[in-house]
């Protein structure tokens, strides 16, 4: 029997502390699914989990189109495919289609398993890539959780469960963020700012990304150039410049220039420069054709990039924002969380999504440094990619072919 409606906040952080270096994760580029094992179980989900990521980045960029955004979709997801283990009845079947999975298609148990599999794959220091990611529930001591929800979350996401006093909201809070700052490397210090006494429980995902290009930039080429942030807007910033070749390619059915950046080990950054004047169509264009697939990319090209320097933060309150893409019970009077208690009556009231940006020249310098090529003397000429004016970019981990992080820069001197 419920004794009373309580309130249970979702907190959602990531943080990526980006060192960049230049391109492909793999040489080979025709689509492949992750290892047999692991990775199988996980294969079965990458689809659903890009198709949320494409609703989700249209839906921000809408809502801050005169903003930077960042953003780890595979964070959120993670979050709320572990929430779904605490949802019952109707509130469950919104929260998994939500996310877009296909109830017809994928059982439950499918789902818990492919996300059981991306926990450990995103837990990855091969080479020199150093990817973190982990779970955290901070449950109140009032609140007596079903053994099965918590032997779920552990069992199957790999979550830390911690006691907590929320009436004593300063300390809970010291907490939490003392937390969040361990598991950050210092990155996101105080993540909460006020604590509802209210409050039973706090969920809390975390990813963190460190990599070096595998070529770096040479700070000694960066200077000072202009930046279009929009046709009446333009600022200075660092722009990075280096020639190599690259992965690139001209899609105009994206209506867009692509260069891939890779790190050294197995992730790299996908840059796509829309044309001037079609940011939208290009947005629509790369959602519509669910991302950009390695697939585009058949062979390098001599590039001459201009990238700019970049150091940004952003921080999204998503709970009046997931309803717009579906995802609406669980926020409402009506949902149904009996799964995690039957002590209280629970909703979520906040979801909270914070995310660090940082792109320089620094990296770890590889024997590719020292390029001497001979060639013919008519060799095209080099392709010039200069990212001057706002531009998509995605994060991606080449083992599982998904978006670690995902955002669209439009002025990279904004701090926040």
Known sequence: MFLRKMQLPIYLLLLVAWIPKAIFCQSDTTEQSPQANPGLAYDKIRSANSEFTGRLLKLLVSENPHKNVFFSPV??????AMLSLGAKTAT????????????????????????????????????????????GLFINDQLEPLQKFLDDVKNLYGAEVFAANFKDSEGAKKQINDYVNEKTHGKIPELIKDLDPRTLMVLINHIFFKGNWETSFNSTLTELQDFYVDKNTTVQVPMMMKSEKLYYHRDDELFSSMVVLPYEGNACLIL?????????QA??????????????????????????????????????????IGITDVFTGNADLTGISTQFKLQISKVLHKAALEVSENGTVAAAVTDIEIQRNIAAPPVIVNFNRPFFMSLMDTNIHQDLFVGKIVDPTAKH
């Open 75 to 80: 964070s959120i997801a993670t979050a709320f």
């Open 92 to 135: 469950l079947t919104n929260l998994l289609e939500g996310l877009g999975f296909n109830l017809t298609e994928l059982q439950e148990r499918e789902i818990h398993e492919g996300f059981q599999d991306l926990v450990h794959l995103l837990n990855n220091t091969e080479g020199k890539v150093q990817l973190e990611s982990g779970n």
């Open 272 to 280: 796509a420069l829309p044309d001037e004047g079609k940011l939208e």
């Open 283 to 324: 947005l629509d264009a790369i959602i519509t054709k669910k991302g950009i697939s390695h697939s585009r990319f058949l062979e390098k090209r001599k590039v001459d990039i201009y990238l700019p320097r970049i150091s940004i933060s952003t921080s999204y309150e998503l709970e009046d924002l997931l309803p717009k």
